[in-house]
């Protein structure tokens, strides 16, 4: 029966098929007209003759009386269609829901058989093919274009004009001539077409293609202003009051029941576009009238403040969106809109506290593309609300979203059993923190003031993830380095100082993070702990992984001067203590205890053992800082040096006036003070001082002059004096002795003579073999160290021109070679045995550049000096036997022949000398190892020749009952058999035999990674010579390594395993894919 009534539709939409002639010049209104009146003179004949149309035709009877908006005599072809096609929509919806009802009443014939699940259930009859969903969907068109649109007033909704060429045909047709009731014609439309939404398949039909023109009618038709000045006819025809609050009710249900979204974007729709001062384009949209833009307005802010409306707003603007560069416009847009309080808000109040939390919940998706629209959107947001409305910020958005981090700070352990705060909501709360602040990156007061109410909470978080596997521990560091690099100094110094434990941090004391079943981490109660001695230890080492951790983050701030005030803020505050240490004394001494009750002697001890506490934290925090961080870092420009020259020279002030002074009470306080003022003459001979560096040098002069004045030695007075004059005089004065002081000489003869800072000669030796163990590219290039300095010779200064360059100016650098020897050979021999251990490691060393320059007396007696070297290597002092170790390694490289023969002995067997200390045998050999690794290294071409005997010792320590000269044999195996090259083949199957028992029989697993690193090490060496001299070998080698790594317990041998594994593999890969040459070969015949 269905089909019965969309034929009949049909035949109103149906084009016409024959056109007379006389109509061939007629324009397209006149033929539209024309096929109008035709359609609907051939629906009523063939209701009226047609039997199949029978149900339709008595359905449409009942249907007409009911309406009495319908009159068959009207003389507009237009609306007389437009009623027709009203009028079967009626029919169908009517048939539609009898059948609905009757299918609903009726069982199906399937439920008395079996049902089984492959059958379907039955469709309802309010179902619609798809043929007739297109043909009711045309039957709409025709509504809505011919009965709706035209009589919307100008400026409500999108013009037929501007969709196609259709609907400017049909604009023009409908408003060529003068239409009565405009109103009440719209009327009609939009009531049929309501009462149609009630059946749920018309509803879906209307509503995808037509939500906008019913809601633009809605709108004229309840909140259009009536027109004063109109004629007696226009007034009759007028909507009544009744009519006009029904159509006002029926828009807020249809606004309650539709996609929010898709609400939304119609509402901005129908608020049409700006206003255009010009022509302007033909699609651009045209001003709406006020009434409607304040309409739209109030709905558009009735919607945003309900549950999900923010989200709502979001999805209609941003649907779609891809995340390029106009989506960033669209979001800051957006934004913009949502911050903004609308005028028809009852206050900002309950604006923004309806708002905030809706900002906050879309910073919680999880959709990739959709969060990250979201949060843009809700990153500008908060940050805007921020800055413009800072009140309502702090009240309905930081706060709630610090939340869960002010809780691990009031928090207390009453529960015993149950997390102060959860998991997800750390994970969440840290995570928000990361978008808005880092991702963010505004900052403003009330950002940097709410997040250093929390600092102390994220820090504990990061020290807590720096133990642990967890997601958290990129984000905490995050917020941490941005929060100290875009706050003041002041504050970021408070901030550090609270971090540090200086100040103490805010962290519930009962209660610790824990980690999370997900990664992250969780406040938990802390268990107490009966044993004093535990939770003393448990104290100090977490305090001590708190500064290390700091010291971490300290580190990674490049570029910036934090952390170097830092260092100079304690170093002012350990002098204040220093100066202030005398009076405390004082007061404690004129302090009466027997004229006090217990509760004050009890006080004052309080207060002492606080105060010494405070200082113990400084002092530890202070050596950590020395021993973590890096000069360059601590003192990254000239004004930081000069800080510190000023805070140790105050403090060297302190105490001048005792009897003792400080020179002779404490030796360690005279070196540094010599030190110090050693440094102010550096950066006195830097080149090209400024007026600036002067000014801030100025500092020192108070200083300068009271040690000048006071100190017990002569020679720091002289210097103190002369560093004086040279800074106020900004360089003009220059005295002789002051270049000396400037300049860490090499020459023993003249650190002997120059006997005025005692401290001198251990300080060369000490910087010489710290020297010796750093590369030559770890050297400092920064104008301010010690070791790389630039000395300046004035012309007043009177002194000799023998020494200085051209340019008047010579560069020393203190990570140099000694310089050529002044003394005679013997001399160095006896002082290589001299009981002073700078002066002996510093003999070593110049007899190690003897050997190394082919000097003839060391060539000579080069038995001697073998002998020297062996036995300076059994020396405890590393100064010593390390540079025993470099002359070894250097005699070695120069006669390989002699000196490998005796080393692999001593390696082999222990050292031969009768000298030797049994007892340390271990040690020495492990010493001889490391030359003989130096000297595998040095060999370069020539391992091929002297290496084999090497190999056969190597592999037999590989079985000596020591697991560490077991590790040192294959760490040396490794270093030479990645210079054989071709001379290892005869010998693979031995090593390959060696390490395969060792990986997979030993039981340390120190051993077990050598093992595997010297596979490492001779796949890397031979490289793309692999799989020709390790042909017979290789696979067991590469069963071995897969085998570490399913197999060994130990992490970092499945780690020396995987990396050996991947440069087998990329040598297979050349192997098997070689890289292919674009080249040409020209061939010369003869």
Partial sequence: MTSAFLSALNILTKPLCEAPARDAQSSHQEALLAVLRANRALLLEQLQSESSFEEVRRLREEAKVEADWFTS??????????????????????????????????????????????????????????????????????????????????????????????????????????????????????????QLTELSSLATLVFTRHLGDVMAALCQLGYQPAERNGTQEVKMQELSAEECQSCKESLKSLLGKVYQPIVIKELLILQGGPKQSGSGSRAALAPAPAWLRRLCGELLSERLVQPSGVQAVVRAVLGGGTGGESDWRKCDCVARILVTCPQQSASADSYYRQLCPQILDLLHFKDKLTAQQFQRVATRAVLSVVQEKPSFAQQYLLTPLLAPLHRCITASNEGHCQAAVEEWELTRCMEDVYKIWVVGNSPSASLLSALQQVLPVIFTLFCFTK???????APSQEILLWYLSHTETCAALSALRQLSGLQGHKVATDLHFTPGSDGGARLYPRESSSDED????????????????????????????????????????LTSWAAAEDEEKEDEQELDVSA??????????????????????????????????????????TTQVVDFMVSVLQRACVGLDEATGPGLGNPLESQTLSMGMGLVATLLSGPQLSAEDYSSMSRLLPPLETLSQKHSEVVVQELASNLRAVIATHGAYWPENLTAAAQPSRNPQTTANNTSVPSRRTQEMHTEANDSQTSPHSSSTDSTSPGNTYVRHPASSGGSEAGRSPKGRERTSGTSDPCPPTKPFSDWLLEACDPDVPTRAFALRVLTKMVQ???????????????????NLEHEDSFVYLSAIQGLATLADSYPEMILERLLKDFQHGPSLPTSNKEHSLETRLKVGEVLMRASRAMGELAAHFGLPLVGVFLQGTRDPDQSVRASSLSNLGELCQRLDYTLGPLAQELSSCLTALIKTEKEAEVRRAAVHVITMLLRGLSDKTTQVLSDVLLDLYRALKWVVRSDPDDVAVLHAQLALEELDDIMKRSIFPEQKLEKKIVVLP
């Fill in 596 to 637: 006090m009750t217990l509760l004050e002697v009890e006080q004052q001890l309080l207060v002492r053992a606080a105060r010494r506490g405070q200082r113990l934290t400084l002092l530890q925090v202070l050596a950590v800082m020395v021993e973590s961080l890096q000069h360059t870092v601590l003192l990254r420009k």
């Fill in 534 to 573: 535990d939770a003393l230890y448990e104290k100090l080492s977490g305090e001590q992984w708190r500064l290390e951790c700091l010291m971490q983050l300290l580190a990674e701030l490049k570029d910036c001067d934090l952390p170097g005030d830092f260092f100079l803020d304690l170093l002012q505050e």
């Fill in 73 to 194: 005599d009207t003389d507009d072809a237009t609306w007389g269609f437009v009623q027709e096609c009203l009028l079967l929509l009626l029919t169908l919806a009517r048939h539609l829901c009898v059948e609905l009802e009757l299918f609903k009443e009726t069982p199906t014939p399937s439920a008395a058989k079996q049902c089984t699940p492959e059958m379907a259930p039955p469709l309802p009859p309010d179902v619609l093919s798809v043929t007739q969903q297109k043909s009711l969907g045309a039957v709409l068109q025709f509504v809505v274009s011919l009965g709706l649109c035209p009589y919307l007033a100008p400026g409500v909704g999108v013009p037929l004009g501007h969709r196609s060429a259709f609907g400017a045909t049909v604009e023009k047709l409908v408003c060529s001539g003068t239409v009565p009731a405009v109103r009440r014609r719209l009327f009609i439309t939009t009531k049929v077409l309501l």
């Fill in 467 to 473: 133990q642990n596997v967890s997601h958290l521990r």
């Fill in 853 to 871: 320059n082919r000097n003839p007396e060391a060539i000579q007696a080069q038995e001697k000096v073998l002998m020297l070297f062996l036995e």
